[in-house]
């Protein structure tokens, strides 16, 4: 590397001098100490199952790295255990990450394109007598392992010659012995007090058909012989990954050390993102969706990362919840309602507020013209002026929420009840004068009168009133299903039984069916999304909205009792 790249680091260590995580001093020193001279990171999913929101986690704090350092970021896909991976899951997860916004160029690689050089490396470690056959059974080598008290015990397959283990090697990659037959083993300690330096194992022989090397291979590198060679046939100098193999970093160092890698990468380990009473791992997220509890991967209720870009969440309310969660050695819990928080705090400026009415009544203004239908002229976004403003239908007959009327209201309700009058949002003043009912007694019509001298931004004719509700003219609404949703988890109960199936929340979806927006919103696109005055913000479906059905989604409701965590 030349000197331009070695500025480039300097400038980007001035950069952030200030508050730095535990992942960058490593790097900072490493860099210093001229262990690298560039910084390299990857994102290394597996192909078994749609990314989640820790995998985004994962996915930022990777690419942010290597964009503080000018560094270079791979995608690469750790593909070598086909019998759970699949094309789809390897579409979804590209697609994902590039909607999150992490670049990986033209550096876009497969595990399963490096199973010659893993091929070589056991054969160099055969050579070194680092590496040998083994018959045992895996229950055998279970048994012989040992426990953390007890040291293990050695394969009676451990002597065997450099020249045996070459043709038992070479035969077990020429299919000559079934599944689960023999493996190949790593020499290193049976008595180690780490168990995963037990002579653990690096090869094992599975007639399979891989998505991406058909039958080539009938062997296949377990995942701590092959992550490590991965890593460095990619230059990687910063391997990032989760806690639970921080027991594992012993062997990823004696792999790339005895198979005589230069620069060998640095593996560092950092807590996984949780969050409280939320199903996150892929396992669970599987579990539901081959259940059918939820509408596949993209089921706007999961935190799948299509399900959180389907419910309307940003790649850039994602962000800001990964940056606050922050990057620790430490396991910890984050609260939804930090999400939550991030995504209204995206939106708040970004969109347009418009009135939509989730559970319709309507509303007869008896003294309005029959037939007159006038346009007021609406801010889109009153915090925002640069969104500049719309034409909203106001006339005789409209739809009002069912709960902003009371017939006999409560101890401070200010919204309508007979006799009361209210500010109709960006419109006028109204007082309901009567009401009529269904042979069941439910309320099906107001009667009301406006004052046309209370038009809004007429200053009121000087009058106040306490209520002001939104509201939809009838005859120009868009009917519209809206979609409301609560945690899939029933949170008082906890996430799971005692039998270990989920605690499922019954309430997790609510469809209103008749809803209606306003005009404005005929036009709305799959993914366009919206602040619904007083309900919250919402996005129009990807899936099920078309044309003639339009379907919203809750992203979130407007008020929040989370709390910023002091900074
Ligand atoms: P899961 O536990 O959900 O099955 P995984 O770790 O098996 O996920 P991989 O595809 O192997 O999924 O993970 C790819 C990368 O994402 C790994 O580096 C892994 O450590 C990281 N990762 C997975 N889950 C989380 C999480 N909750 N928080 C942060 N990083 C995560
Ligand atoms: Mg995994």
Redesign the pocket.
Known sequence: MGNENTANVEAAAKEGAVSKNFIEQIIDKDLQEGRYDHVQTR????P??YL?I??A??ILLNYGLAQKYHGKFNMRF?DTNPTKEKVEYVESIKRDIAWLGADWEDRLFFASDYFDIMYECALKLIRKGKAYVCDLTAEQIREYRGTLTEPGKESPYRNRSVEENLELFENMKKGIYPDGSRVLRAKIDMASPNINMRDPVLYRVAHMTHHNTGDKWCIYPMYDFAHPIEDAVEHITHS???LE?EDHRPLYDWVVRECEFENPPRQIEFA???LRNVV????YIKKLVEDGIVDGWDDPRLVSISGLRRRGYTPESIKMFVDMAGVSKSQSICDYQMLEYCIREDLKLKKSRVMAVLRPLKVIIDNYPEGQIEYLDVPNNQENEALGTRKVPFCRELYIEREDFMEVPVKKYFRMFPGNEVRLMNAYFVTCNSFEKDAEGNITVLHCTYDPETRSGSGFNGRKVKGTIHWVAAPTAVQAEVRLYENLIDEEKGVYNEDGSLNLNPNSLTRLETCYVEPSLKEAKPADSFQFVRNGYFCVDSKDSSEDHLVFNRIVSLKSSFKLPQQ
Not at 280 to 283: D, L
Request: glycine share 14%.
């Open positions: 994102f290394p999913p597996e078994n199952g989640h820790g995998h986690k994962s750790d990032i990954c989760t193999f996984k993102l949780y996150t791992g892929k396992r």
